[in-house]
């Protein structure tokens, strides 16, 4: 509102020339991070992760040992059911062979980090393949490939991890992600083409149309990147998801065997065996991957409702 | 006494963090009984929050509501939501803009008429249904007693306004309130349902609250006319008295940007400049002058008051003279 | 209605071929295979050869499929490997199939029960502190992998409070009748009072666990939904009627924000059998969940096979039973 004289004046000169267009033509893009930048739900997301990864990033650095070195493997009794207490040099003390487990969860973290990220990537990468197919050519490739999604669609996503999870040879980093991945792609898939479809009939689709632009960059140019903000929230959420499933594979015996390199989600899964007794070395990757995934959805979740243009105001 | 007194009647809206906006500034009406009263402005101008302050709808937290609203003598404002309750829809019925949305969806339109009946009335089902089909009857609705069975998604926009119509009616209110009743409608249909609403206040004694941006409806439709501008009443005029000679500059932009079929050929249009959103406040000036074409120097320093004159309420410090070309 | 009904059925049949055949070249693309799983990795090249032989694993697997295709339409699944070896597979699915639907149906209940009315409460309370530690408290629901939180329940409540059972269906030694499989049911068929109460103590803390991420998104889904039906202009016109707020609340605000709850309801009971998998192996409680865990780790093509098409299946009829139910609400979409 206008309060001195001064602006009043100018105010009416404003009006006259009738030059307005400054405040009516703010993007999306640009009003969502202004509702993001006070929403609290997304500051708190966003400091978890920033956290996380600047400790994934730093922690050959901050991690005080060798997260593979077994050095209290003496303080380790099968027999007795003993692990190291936390210790001098050792705050959160030992694992199962002894290795220093402060500095496992903080190397753990890169791994965690990576099976997040490189999951979501391939699910991206898969449904933004399937749907844009679809979403695009429409007709029987549409048809086929989401009867294909639908059948991916009918067993729950879990299930669907874990029976991909156990397909494979040798089981790894890599088969863990892979499993965890192949679940999100039908998920991605219907995502992209729903949102393409829409567009397909909207006004400047139609538009472009009309102008003669050829289908390909109507396609790139104009339908994908309007789809796109309910895909990167979704990417938020699969984040977390991923961690989550990666875990849980890990329980059900499906994870990487190979313990060397820790992630948080497999020292969780083999601290089962011990965590009646020992219930510590499962708290501390289970607090981890809950603050993590909790961050990411927080973030996914601030990202939904700051994208839905019925809260824009 | 006047059926309804609305006296220097103030909303402010209050949201955490940010400044408070002064919805409505002090408004003072007067309806009699049976009379047909017109809330005339463009949208933003405190319109339909002085009806819902009247009603007794407006959120309770972070809106405060100031002045005095007289029904039958009684105070609104501060009456308890029980007695609210216990009014709205017995004394004081309400229409809103947009049919489809204001009705329920998964609710037939015959739940949605009795259940006012059975509410205030303390109807039973059946008798309700009898009544709800006489009322569908009486606003124009053919073939009520299927009606009653439907959903609003079967019927027409019009049809459903004639539904509301019916709902806000059940009851035999004094007082109607009908908030842009035909805006969200057809042309036909509007001039149908404005025909209906007349006709009914016409038969039923009911007063009428008329509230628009159109002056079109006001035009066939309303005794008296009141014109609101920032949440202030601007002028206020009989019908005939305000079309025949708008004073206020507003009442006159209001009016020249109306298309007439009469006009001599080749005459222009005259939208007025900017938007509701140019204001500056009223206590520090007229809120009209950055888009008042007839502004003087005053007009940035000193509020204009409502004043009497020539049988009208104006707050102008520099009326219009001439008349309309007509 | 009907025709729509038959077509979504038939749809459902459509889908669970596909899967089967899906399923059945890709569990013969497991490693290790039920041969090793049975002898172990020492067994001698003729005895592997058997096993193969006899479990007719050495056909191709278009053959294999045939044959299953044929012996399943006379509801011959095989015999399982791993999980109760030479049991039928169908035995062991029907053995364990009450066990996972009273377990699923307890934690389903849970859910709704407290999510409704609890997301409710907090749209009406929209900013307050009960609204955000509901909000915050469904956001770490589902941060939470299920199985840690199960070991947390089964620590805290049967490891170091001793208030109920850590494991099982029932107390051994107790020697109840069955009539139903479902244990609570039958104890209170057979006015087994004590049988009855040992087999819902029992189910708490699977029941408990498996319900947090159901009741975490119904509480936030119910939530969403009463927010955006009170903005909505019926609500309001609902308010300018004078009614009472009972009937404005079961009339105009519940019945329309209940239209996406209930899909989520349905997606989620769809889903309840993967959330079971991990639930039941923490409390070792012998359903279909735990099935298909040891089956996993056992390679038992035959159990799997079949538990994963009828995981398939309930999620399908599900979503079904969830369209259906949406015409009963919303009148909108009976016409179509």
Redesign the interface.
Known sequence: MVTTRKERVDALARMSTDDREGEAGVSLAVSAWRRLRRNPVFLVGAAIIGTFVVVALLSPWLAPHDPSEWMLADQVSKARNEIPPPQPGHPLGGDQVGRDLLSRLLVGSQQTLMVGVFATVIGLGGGLVLGTLAGAIGGWVDSAVMRLVDVMLSIPSLLAAVSIGALFARPSQFTVILAVAIVQIPIFARLLRGSMLAQRNSDHVLAARALGVRPRAIVFRHMLPNSLGPVIVQATLVLAVAIIDAAALSFLGLGNPDDSVPEWGQMLGNAQTVIDSHPNLAFWPAGCIIAVALGFTLVGESLRDALDPKNRR | MALLEVTDLTVVFQRRGEAPFTAVDGVSFAVEEGQTVGLVGESGCGKSVTSLAIMGLLPRRGVRVSGSVRFEGAELLTESPRQMRDRRGRDLGMVFQDPLSSLNPVVSIGIQVTEVLERHRGMSRSKAMRVAAELLDQVGIPDPRRRLDEYPHQLSGGMRQRALIAMALACQPRLLIADEPTTALDVTIQAQILALLSQLVRDTGTALIMITHDLGVVAGLCDEVNVLYAGRVVERAARHELFARPRHPYTHGLLSSIPRLDAPRGERLVPIRGAVTDNIPWTQGCAFAPRCPNVLEKCLDVTPEMEEDDGRLLRCHNPVRQEVPA | MLRYTVRRLLQLLG?VL??SM?LFG?LR????GPVSALLGERATEESRRQLTAQLGLDQPIFVQYGKFLGRALSGDFGSSTGVQPGDAALEVFLQRFPATLELSFFAIVLAVLFGIPLGYLAARRRGTWLDNLGVVGS??G???????LA?LLK?VFA?ELGWLPASGRQTGGIDATRVTGFFVLDGLLTREWDAAWDALQHLVLPAMALATIPFAVVFRITRAAVLDVLD???V?????????TP?IRR??VL??AM?PVVTTIGLQT??????A??TE?VFAFPGLGEA??IG??R?DYPV?QLL?IV??MV??LVNLVVDLSYAV????VR?R
């Open positions: 889908v596909v899967l899906l890709w693309l497991l490693p290790g956001l770490v589902v941060a939470v992998p299920v199985f840690f070991f620590y490891v909505e202009d019926y309001r016109t609902a308010e300018s009627k004078g009614l009472t009937v009339r105009h019945r329309n239209l769809g889903a309840l059998l993967a959330g998998v991990l192996k298909l865990a996993f780790e390679r799997l994963i995981a398939a999620y399908v609400i919303d009148p909108r016409v």
